[in-house]
Nanobody
Framework: QVQLVESGGGLVQAGDSLTLSCAASGSTWNRNVMAWFRQASGKEREFVGAHFRMDGGTYYADSVKGRFTISRDNAKSTVYLQMNSLKPEDTAVYYC???????????????WGQGTQVTVSS
């Protein structure tokens, strides 16, 4: 069974750091791209960043570039989203997703986790 399970969300203050984890099972771990998306209340889900399995490359949305880092631990079948210098506008439900193709569009991602809430207070 294909599963993605996020963890690590919580309430932090502006400027703090937080690391989210996404544990993958089944065939999701063999997908070429593992990505993070987020959805703030009342807004559409947006791309945060992605990790490309073949060469380890990463790509980030401009809004998080330089603050967020995606890494992958093959031994643990887990992808991480390290978030530094958090801002109130980073408040959202964060989702991990898996895709066979490189894309920033959520429609290209077939597998999704349940999401984890991140709240950044000012």
């Amino acid at each position: 069974q294909v599963q993605l399970v996020e963890s690590g969300g919580g309430l932090v203050q502006a400027g703090d750091s937080l690391t989210l984890s996404c544990a993958a099972s089944g065939s999701t771990w063999n997908r070429n791209v593992m990505a993070w998306f987020r959805q703030a209340s009342g807004k559409e889900r947006e791309f945060v960043g992605a990790h490309f399995r073949m060469d380890g490359g990463t790509y980030y949305a401009d809004s998080v570039k330089g603050r967020f880092t995606i890494s992958r631990d093959n031994a643990k079948s887990t992808v991480y989203l390290q978030m530094n210098s958090l801002k109130p506008e980073d408040t959202a439900v964060y989702y991990c997703a898996a895709s066979a193709v490189w894309s920033t569009r959520q429609n290209n991602y077939s597998y999704w986790g349940q999401g984890t809430q991140v709240t950044v207070s000012s």
